[in-house]
């Protein structure tokens, strides 16, 4: 069996309203949905409904950049690492940037 490296996904799945089956609430937690992670995520969402294709772009290439970091840390290349160092925070960079243009919320 052949090693692969790591791989990352963002996913976005709609929350059905229901408890789950263990009525544990797992996605919720004890803040009913408004932790820093699921405001970030609605955030993201809302992006994506309202500027489509130009902002799943720029998800993408930070996702794609975060799995180069990944990569090139497993194969322990320091050159390869420092490169994906740069282009997270050039993908991380253009995200903020692009939240920060369309003004306060």
């Known amino acids: 069996m052949q090693d692969r490296p790591p791989a990352l996904m963002i996913a976005i799945l709609p929350h059905a ?53 990944v990569d090139a840390y497993n194969h322990g290349h320091s050159h390869d690492f420092d490169e994906a160092c740069d282009e997270c925070v050039d993908a991380l960079h253009e995200l903020i940037q692009s939240n920060n243009k369309r003004g306060p919320k």
């Open 17 to 69: 309203g229901e408890p789950d089956e263990d009525h544990l609430d797992r996605e919720g937690g004890d803040n009913a949905g408004d932790s820093v992670a699921h405001r970030r995520i609605r955030s993201h969402v809302e992006r994506l409904n309202r500027e489509g294709p130009i902002h799943a772009r720029r998800l993408k290439l930070y996702a794609d950049a975060l799995n180069h970091l």
